[in-house]
């Protein structure tokens, strides 16, 4: 069964300008959780989908959004990019049938200049 | 009080004996746990997951929940050179099922 797809891996923007990251789900979950990982503040919970409907959301600006589709995939946003923004952004999927156990991606690496 | 509390390390452990990593949570209600793994420049991988107080075996690792001190630990018996990454503990916060993530404790294992 394959696991989570991420793309893309790496990539580099620059400021001002926007990304979008892809995020396949295991087969079968409908749970995509996206993660913010930095060496300063470690794994920052950004949000959550199930089923199409964002579900939990953590303490980031505006600028970051997500969606979901009717397959499952995920694709998460950022607008205005900031220097700050330059981390490594974690894909998470989980069935949420049984229990909440999640499975991460190999994650988009983004740097911003 | 952080949601989720680790020390940073590093934790240094010669090879073969156990090592010792811990957390505590501040949401008493929560019930499900995680520990997870996670070498440089890589995703963090699970190792296992903890619902009831009490210990829990797999292989050379052991989970550990007691939910009245809010602290759930883990323990690598004979510890190995690959076992040297960052360990993250992850709780289902009660409130609102977010899976909140501590900062890590980095492990070194000497060999």
């Known amino acids: 069964k394959a696991g989570v797809t991420q793309t893309p891996r790496y990539l580099i923007k620059t400021r001002g300008q926007q990304v979008t990251l892809s995020c396949s789900p295991i087969?079968?979950?409908?749970?995509v959780s996206w993660y913010q990982q930095t060496p300063g503040q470690g794994l920052q919970f950004l949000f959550e989908?199930?089923?199409?409907?964002?579900?939990n959301k953590g303490n980031f600006p505006g600028r970051f959004s997500g969606r979901q589709f009717s397959n499952s995939r995920s694709e998460m946003n950022v607008s205005t990019l900031e220097l700050g923004d330059s981390a490594l952004y974690l894909c998470?999927?989980?069935?949420?049938?049984?229990?909440?156990?999640?499975?991460f991606g190999e994650g988009s690496w983004l740097t911003v200049v | 009080q952080k949601e989720v509390e680790q020390n940073s390390g590093p934790l240094s452990v010669p090879e073969g004996a156990i090592a010792s990593l811990n957390c505590t949570y501040s949401d008493r209600g929560s019930q499900s746990f995680f520990w997870y793994r996670q070498y440089s420049g890589k995703s963090p991988e699970l190792i296992m997951s903890i619902y009831s107080n009490g210990d829990k075996e797999d292989g050379r690792f052991t989970a550990q929940l007691n939910k009245a001190s809010q602290y759930v630990s883990l323990l690598i018996r004979d510890s190995q050179p690959s076992d040297s990454a960052t360990y993250l503990c992850?709780?289902?916060?009660?409130?609102?099922?977010?899976?909140?993530f501590g900062k890590g404790t980095r492990l070194h294992i000497l060999p």
């Open positions: 998470a999927s989980s069935s949420r049938v049984a229990g909440n156990t999640i499975y």
């Open positions: 989908y199930f089923s199409e409907t964002q579900r």
């Open positions: 992850a709780v289902e916060m009660n409130r609102d099922d977010k899976i909140i």
């Open positions: 087969s079968g979950h409908r749970s």
